[in-house]
């Protein structure tokens, strides 16, 4: 395993984060400075910061409901985080698809890069289910519009839409995974959007759980 991988699996820290980490020099494997592209076998010895570092090969793929309010990054900056609410042996799992800390529902963690890269490359179009509230019911114009697709900053945003119980209410499907994508696209056509709450993420979906309850994917 290359030692980029291995510090990212043992710690949580993002490929960048553990490449960033080597070549400040932080990582010793067998108390020599670490270098990008070496390997690590399970005889070796690996610290962070002087620190030991341990992993496991077993694929871990954690589903969460997150609740509102929580943000899905480590350092919330004044904010609860998902990893509040999770137990410690799931700390070092990454978020794959992140919600904003106002949105709720299925966030997938793990530990699995290659997983996370299916997840969201472009490449692979995964399907993501949202049920969403406008702040008013949404015109036959605009929804016409954004079945054609609507343009938001330097890319048209494809959104496909099916209605609920609620005349302000819709299921919203997409593929593309741009940042606050679903807000921005109906911002953009004059609404706003006020409860978000994702229901599936590929072939991953919530079944039944609670908010703030997880479970762990066989």
């Known amino acids: 395993m290359r030692v980029n991988k291995f510090v990212a699996s043992a710690t949580g ?6 490449d960033l980490a080597i070549q400040e020099g932080r990582v010793a494997i067998n108390r020599r400075i670490a270098s990008l592209g ?5 005889s070796d010895k690996v610290t962070l910061d002087n620190q030991p570092l341990t992993t496991t090969d077993k694929r871990l793929i954690i589903i969460l409901n997150k609740p ?5 990054s480590r350092d919330g900056q004044g904010s609860q985080t998902v990893y509040d ?3 410690p042996e799931y700390h070092h799992l990454k978020p794959v698809g992140r919600l904003d800390k106002n949105s709720s529902g299925l966030l997938l963690l793990t530990n699995d890069g290659d997983l996370a890269n299916e997840l969201t490359h472009p490449r692979y179009a995964k399907a993501k289910v949202y049920e969403v509230t406008l702040d008013k019911p949404l ?3 605009d929804k016409a519009r954004l079945d054609q697709g609507v343009k938001v900053d330097d890319y048209v945003s494809h959104l496909r839409l099916s209605p609920m119980e609620k005349p302000s209410s819709w299921q919203v499907t997409m593929s593309q995974g741009h940042n606050r994508q679903i807000r921005r696209t109906f911002e953009a056509l004059g609404y706003a959007v006020r409860t978000l709450r994702r229901t599936s993420f590929g072939p991953y979906k919530l079944a039944g759980l609670q ?3 997880h479970y762990q994917e066989i």
Not at 38 to 42: A, Q
Not at 68 to 72: A, F, L
């Open 13 to 18: 820290l993002s490929r960048r984060a553990a």
């Open 139 to 141: 015109a036959e114009a």
């Open 68 to 72: 509102t309010g929580y943000v899905c």
């Open 38 to 42: 070496d390997k690590v076998t399970d």
């Open 85 to 87: 609410i999770l137990p």
């Open 211 to 213: 908010s703030g309850d």
